[in-house]
């Protein structure tokens, strides 16, 4: 079983940085290609940034690609999202998630595990 739960969010002003972290309780982690996704008021989920099992592969929405960096730790159960260079618009609750599919995916639907999500709010 995975349980997700994610840390890191708050509000930042433009051009500033966070980092977000997403810790799982199970033992199966380093099984997972995890993923980040966000949600902003009135808008759906949107593909982030995945990483796959070992982390030798990372994919970028190009709205991040350049910013955002996903990275992690299998040894402890971790998953990060750098964030730097922030925007306004980056402004959402930010979602982690897990698959069991060994290929990156930036569909949501590919991840059957979520966190419940942490605020980042970036000011103008």
């Known amino acids: 079983q995975v349980t997700l739960v994610e840390s890191g969010g708050g509000l930042v002003q433009a051009g500033g940085s966070l980092r977000l972290s997403c810790a799982d309780s199970?033992?199966?982690?380093?099984?997972?290609?995890m993923g980040w996704f966000r949600q902003a008021p009135g808008k759906e989920r949107e593909f982030v940034a995945t990483?796959?099992?070992?982390?030798?592969?990372?994919y970028y929405a190009d709205s991040v690609k350049g910013r955002f960096t996903i990275s992690r730790d299998n040894a402890k159960n971790t998953v990060y999202l750098q964030m730097n260079t922030l925007k306004a618009e980056d402004t959402a609750v930010y979602y982690c998630?897990?698959?069991?599919?060994?290929?990156?995916?930036?569909?949501?639907?590919?991840?059957?595990?979520w966190g419940q999500g942490t605020q980042v709010t970036v000011s103008s």
């Open positions: 998630a897990a698959s069991i599919r060994p290929t990156y995916s930036i569909v949501p639907a590919a991840f059957g595990f």
């Open positions: 199970g033992r199966t982690f380093s099984t997972y290609t």
């Open positions: 990483i796959t099992r070992s982390g030798g592969i990372t």
